[in-house]
C-alpha cells in the first residue's frame, strides 16, 4: 500500500540537473502526493513527516532508458558476439517465433526490476515481439508490475507497420493508455521498409490521425535515411513527438531536419560500437540541436547500465573528436562533451524522448517525484572529489544505488527493493530461457553465442533489402 505522508530527503548533495536551481552541496528535497514540492537548504517539514537521510549521499533524478528491448532480457549474453545482422538473423529467425506472452511478461518484468535496482526510473520499452494483443498486454502487465515509469513502445518485428500500427487494437490501446506523463503510457514503433512507394506511409498517417508519437529507426547504415527522412518531410511527418533511435549514420542536411522539426534522437552508444548501426557521435548532433537521449538496446550483450552507458558515450564521442584532431596534425586542447552534457542525455533528454519534457527528469518542484539518492563512498577509499557530475558519470555503478523513488513511491530503500524482487524475475527468466533452449536446441543455442565469427555458412542469414533510389517517392 502506498505510504501518502509526505517525504522530506534531507541533507544530500542534491544535483537537480535544474539550471535555475543547479548543485545544492546540502539540501533537501520535499516530495507530496507523488510531487515535489520544494528543494531547498534546511526545509522546515510538519510531524508525521516521513524523512530519509541524505547526508553524505547524493540525490538525483531519476536515470532514464529512452531505448531498451525488454523482453530480450531473457537471452542476456547470447549475442555478444554478434553483428547487427547476426542480431536479426538470430533473434528474430531462430528464438523470436518461440517467444510466448508468458516470455514477453517474464522479459519485461527482469529488465524492469533491474532497472529499478539500478536507478533506472524510466523504460522506453521497444516491445518489437508484440506480434498478437496477447504478447503485447503481458508485455504492459509487467512494465506495470513492476512499478517503473514505463513507456510502451508497440511494435511488430515479425510484420511491416503500415499492417500492425492502423489498427482497433492500436487505436484502443492508446485510449488506454494514452502519451502524457502517467506512470505506464504508450507510442507507436514505425521503422522504414526500404520498398518503393513508401507503403509505411498509412501508419504514419494513422499515427499522426489519433494523437499516437512515434519512434522510428532512421539513422543506421543500410537503412535509407536520406531517402526515409526525405519521405517523412515531404508528407508532413516529421514533428517534435517522433523519436529516432541511432541516428549514427546520417549527414548534416539530415540531422537538421531532425532538428528544425523539434524531433530527439536517442543513441545506444555500446551497441552501435559493437554491432554495425554507425559510429555513435553525440556532439554533431548537438551542435546541430538536436537533444539526444541514451538508451541500451539489447540485453543480448551485456546487462543494460545507464551508468556505463555515459561512461561509454563519452568515451566514443572524444574518441572520436582526438582522432578527427590527430589526422588533422594536432591535439585537442579540450574534450568539448562534458560529463554533464551526458547526465543530461540519461535524464533531461530521456524524458523529451519519451514525451515526459515536463514532467520528469529534473528535481525541481512542480517536477513528479522519479528520485535515485547513490552511496558515493561505497567500496572507495577516498571521498568522492570535488564535481558530484563527474563522480555519478564516472564513479556511479548500480550497487551504490541506495534509493530509488518512482512517482512518490519508494521503490528501493537501504539496497533493497520492494515489491517485486530480483530472485522472482530471475525465476520467470529462466523458465522462459530454458523454454526457448528446449526450442531451438542446446547446439543451436550455443552456435548463436559462439559460431557466427567461425563459421558463418552455417548461420542464419537475414539480407538488407536494397534502399530506393533517391528520386523515389
Known amino acids: 500500500?502506498?505510504?501518502?505522508?509526505?517525504?522530506?530527503?534531507?541533507?544530500?548533495?542534491?544535483?537537480?540537473?535544474?539550471?535555475?536551481?543547479?548543485?545544492?552541496?546540502?539540501?533537501?528535497?520535499?516530495?507530496?502526493?507523488?510531487?515535489?514540492?520544494?528543494?531547498?537548504?534546511?526545509?522546515?517539514?510538519?510531524?508525521?513527516?516521513?524523512?530519509?537521510?541524505?547526508?553524505?549521499?547524493?540525490?538525483?533524478?531519476?536515470?532514464?532508458?529512452?531505448?531498451?528491448?525488454?523482453?530480450?532480457?531473457?537471452?542476456?549474453?547470447?549475442?555478444?558476439?554478434?553483428?547487427?545482422?547476426?542480431?536479426?538473423?538470430?533473434?528474430?529467425?531462430?528464438?523470436?517465433?518461440?517467444?510466448?506472452?508468458?516470455?514477453?511478461?517474464?522479459?519485461?518484468?527482469?529488465?524492469?526490476?533491474?532497472?529499478?535496482?539500478?536507478?533506472?526510473?524510466?523504460?522506453?520499452?521497444?516491445?518489437?515481439?508484440?506480434?498478437?494483443?496477447?504478447?503485447?498486454?503481458?508485455?504492459?502487465?509487467?512494465?506495470?508490475?513492476?512499478?517503473?515509469?514505463?513507456?510502451?513502445?508497440?511494435?511488430?518485428?515479425?510484420?511491416?507497420?503500415?499492417?500492425?500500427?492502423?489498427?482497433?487494437?492500436?487505436?484502443?490501446?492508446?485510449?488506454?493508455?494514452?502519451?502524457?506523463?502517467?506512470?505506464?503510457?504508450?507510442?507507436?514503433?514505425?521503422?522504414?521498409?526500404?520498398?518503393?512507394?513508401?507503403?509505411?506511409?498509412?501508419?504514419?498517417?494513422?499515427?499522426?490521425?489519433?494523437?499516437?508519437?512515434?519512434?522510428?529507426?532512421?539513422?543506421?547504415?543500410?537503412?535509407?535515411?536520406?531517402?526515409?527522412?526525405?519521405?517523412?518531410?515531404?508528407?508532413?511527418?516529421?514533428?517534435?513527438?517522433?523519436?529516432?533511435?541511432?541516428?549514427?549514420?546520417?549527414?548534416?542536411?539530415?540531422?537538421?531536419?531532425?532538428?528544425?522539426?523539434?524531433?530527439?534522437?536517442?543513441?545506444a552508444t555500446l551497441g552501435n560500437l559493437c554491432q554495425g548501426q554507425g559510429y555513435p557521435a553525440i556532439t554533431p548532433l548537438r551542435e546541430l540541436g538536436v537533444p539526444v537521449a541514451l538508451g541500451t538496446d539489447s540485453d543480448a550483450r551485456l546487462r543494460p547500465d545507464l551508468f556505463a552507458a555515459m561512461r561509454a558515450a563519452l568515451a566514443a564521442d572524444r574518441g572520436r573528436e582526438h582522432s578527427l584532431a590527430h589526422r588533422a596534425g594536432h591535439i585537442n586542447p579540450v574534450n568539448r562533451l562534458r560529463s554533464r552534457d551526458v547526465l543530461d542525455a540519461a535524464t533531461l533528454a530521456g524524458a523529451r524522448a519519451v514525451g515526459h519534457a515536463s514532467a520528469i527528469g529534473t528535481v525541481a518542484p512542480g517536477r513528479r517525484a522519479d528520485l535515485v539518492v547513490l552511496r558515493p563512498d561505497t567500496e572507495s577509499a577516498v571521498p568522492y572529489g570535488v564535481d558530484p557530475i563527474a563522480h555519478v558519470v564516472w564513479q556511479g555503478a548500480p550497487e551504490r544505488v541506495d534509493t530509488v523513488i518512482v512517482d512518490g513511491d519508494v521503490v528501493k530503500r537501504n539496497g533493497v527493493l520492494a515489491g517485486v524482487g530480483l530472485a522472482e524475475a530471475r525465476e520467470l527468466a529462466r523458465r522462459t530461457r530454458d523454454h526457448l533452449i528446449s526450442k531451438v536446441g542446446e547446439d543451436a543455442f550455443r552456435a548463436a553465442a559462439t559460431r557466427p565469427a567461425a563459421d558463418p555458412e552455417q548461420r542464419p542469414r537475414r539480407s538488407f533489402p536494397p534502399a530506393p533510389k533517391p528520386d523515389d517517392p
Open 1 to 267: 500500500m502506498t505510504d501518502e505522508r509526505p517525504l522530506l530527503l534531507r541533507g544530500g548533495t542534491v544535483i537537480t540537473m535544474d539550471p535555475s536551481l543547479g548543485v545544492l552541496p546540502r539540501g533537501d528535497v520535499l516530495v507530496r502526493e507523488g510531487t515535489i514540492e520544494a528543494v531547498a537548504p534546511g526545509i522546515e517539514v510538519a510531524p508525521g513527516t516521513r524523512v530519509i537521510d541524505a547526508d553524505g549521499t547524493i540525490v538525483l533524478p531519476g536515470l532514464i532508458d529512452a531505448y531498451r528491448h525488454g523482453w530480450q532480457t531473457v537471452l542476456r549474453g547470447v549475442g555478444v558476439e554478434w553483428t547487427l545482422t547476426d542480431h536479426f538473423a538470430w533473434m528474430f529467425g531462430a528464438f523470436g517465433p518461440h517467444v510466448r506472452p508468458e516470455d514477453v511478461y517474464a522479459g519485461n518484468l527482469a529488465a524492469a526490476v533491474e532497472h529499478l535496482d539500478a536507478g533506472v526510473t524510466t523504460l522506453a520499452d521497444w516491445s518489437d515481439a508484440s506480434r498478437t494483443p496477447e504478447h503485447a498486454e503481458a508485455a504492459i502487465d509487467a512494465l506495470r508490475d513492476s512499478g517503473i515509469r514505463a513507456r510502451y513502445v508497440y511494435a511488430d518485428a515479425f510484420a511491416s507497420p503500415q499492417n500492425y500500427v492502423p489498427t482497433a487494437y492500436v487505436k484502443e490501446l492508446h485510449q488506454r493508455l494514452g502519451s502524457g506523463t502517467g506512470r505506464l503510457t504508450m507510442q507507436v514503433a514505425i521503422d522504414p521498409t526500404l520498398a518503393d512507394g513508401f507503403p509505411e506511409r498509412r501508419a504514419w498517417a494513422f499515427a499522426h490521425e489519433h494523437g499516437i508519437p512515434v519512434y522510428s529507426h532512421a539513422g543506421q547504415y543500410g537503412w535509407g535515411n536520406e531517402v526515409y527522412l526525405k519521405q517523412l518531410k515531404k508528407h508532413g511527418f516529421l514533428g517534435p513527438t517522433n523519436t529516432y533511435v541511432h541516428v549514427v549514420a546520417v549527414t548534416g542536411d539530415e540531422t537538421r531536419a531532425i532538428a528544425d522539426s523539434g524531433g530527439t534522437a536517442v543513441m
